[in-house]
């Protein structure tokens, strides 16, 4: 009984290091690398979506408490710049 339990063990252990083994073997060959920089690029656009959702919802909060207008969005000077009073009539 105590073989067999000892056996099956070894028996299980092997099997386990053989496969471990073999799949850090294909995390360093060129297609195992490649799949790890597009997971890790993906990974970083879920993080950014993430952020930005965050972001969007963390600005409706503070615009909702601090009574700021939810339906006028934000004009920024550098978004719409102001035309130079020297163009203004030559259309």
């Known amino acids: 009984m105590r073989r067999g339990f000892w056996f099956v063990a070894g ?13 850090v073997a294909e995390a360093f060959t060129p297609d195992g690398l490649r799949d790890r920089v597009a997971g890790l690029g993906v990974g970083a656009q879920l993080f950014a979506e993430e952020l930005r959702t965050g972001m969007a919802e963390r600005e409706t909060e503070l615009r909702e408490r601090l009574g700021y207008a939810l339906d006028v969005p934000l004009q920024l000077e550098a978004a719409n710049p102001p035309t130079p009073p020297a163009l203004e009539g030559t259309h």
């Not at 290091?17 to 799949?23: C, E, F, I």
């Open 11 to 23: 028996a299980g252990a092997g099997v386990y290091a053989v496969v471990k083994a073999r799949r």
